[in-house]
């Protein structure tokens, strides 16, 4: 079995990319990104987590694409709530265009239940050199609906929980040993900054090594919006359908890319900012 790829900055190793775990259809099996390190080690990143087993690192995932869940876990429907459904599909790597050790390329596949493909994906991870202390990692991929039919991609928010609850998209899971800080440029607090489009959001929190640091988001798509967790659990999603379905017509693709800078230490509204903007 050929070992899982790794990101490097430089001859720094700070991700681990498992391309097809062997997890429980239940758990939403699709390639995460978990360990993600800063470039002084400390861990950023938790997988399976005893309170959602299905949070992997570092993915894309959607809890309703036309009726399958390809988050992991139970599945919200309108006036019946959460339950454990016969609906998990794939999320399968079908084919490498690019492994290089700053950079991985390649095609997959979101299936349903019995094989069937519901949306094909491009995706491109990227990890670069910001300053001693900081890395970004750049996300982009595009979804490619079928030439014979619409796709629909929704939450359990567009599903009829109230709360905010509007994850699926582009998700970190993070890992804090203290309590985690979320905020924006103008905004502090998991009340307000959820559901936001802020340009930026940061999360500041403290590795298992007791080591502080901070991740800083950026890249909505047109339609998205910040969905992100303190209280609950450590996390922030970028957001496909927080409050309304998106619909990929037939035929058509949706491409995004998204930004993460990844920092050792702990970062003031103005240094989230620079490193946001990319100028520092």
């Known amino acids: 079995m050929t070992a899982d790829p790794r990101l490097c900055v430089g001859d720094v190793p700070v991700a681990r990319y498992a391309l097809d775990p062997p997890l429980d259809v239940r758990h939403g099996r699709r390639p995460y990104l978990h360990p993600v390190r800063t470039l002084g080690g400390t861990v950023v990143t938790d997988a399976f987590p005893a309170d959602h087993v299905w949070h992997n690192g570092v993915?894309?995932?959607?809890?309703?694409?036309?009726?399958?869940?390809?988050?992991?876990?139970?599945?919200?429907?309108?006036?019946?709530?959460?339950?454990?459904?016969?609906?998990?599909?794939?999320?399968?790597?079908?084919?490498?265009?690019?492994?290089?050790?700053?950079?991985?390329?390649?095609?997959?596949?979101?299936?349903?239940?019995?094989?069937?493909?519901?949306?094909?994906?491009?995706?491109?991870?990227?990890?670069?050199?910001?300053?001693?202390?900081a890395w970004a990692l750049e996300v982009g991929y595009t979804l490619t609906a079928p030439e014979d039919r619409d796709v629909t991609l929704g939450s359990p928010a567009t599903n009829g929980r109230p709360g905010g609850a509007g994850y699926g998209g582009f998700f970190w899971r993070a890992v804090t040993a203290a309590p985690g800080r979320v905020f924006t440029s103008r905004a502090d607090g998991e009340e307000v900054v959820n559901g936001s489009t802020e340009p930026w959001v940061a999360f500041a929190g403290t590795g298992p090594d007791s080591a502080a640091y901070t991740l800083v988001f950026s890249g909505l798509a047109p339609g998205d919006r910040w969905f992100v967790r303190t209280s609950m659990y450590p996390g922030i999603c970028v957001a496909f359908a927080f409050d309304r379905p998106l619909v990929l017509p037939a035929g058509t693709g949706r491409t995004a890319r998204h930004r993460v800078v990844v920092a050792d230490g702990t970062l003031d509204r103005e240094v989230a900012a620079a490193l946001a903007a990319g100028d520092r």
């Not at 959460?82 to 084919?95: K, L």
């Not at 492994?99 to 491109?124: C, I, K, M, S, Y």
């Open 59 to 133: 993915s894309l995932a959607v809890p309703d694409v036309n009726g399958t869940n390809l988050w992991g876990g139970r599945t919200y429907r309108r006036d019946e709530g959460y339950a454990w459904r016969d609906d998990h599909g794939r999320i399968a790597h079908t084919g490498w265009e690019a492994r290089e050790p700053h950079r991985l390329a390649h095609h997959l596949q979101w299936r349903d239940p019995n094989g069937v493909v519901l949306l094909t994906e491009r995706r491109e991870l990227t990890a670069r050199p910001l300053t001693e202390r």
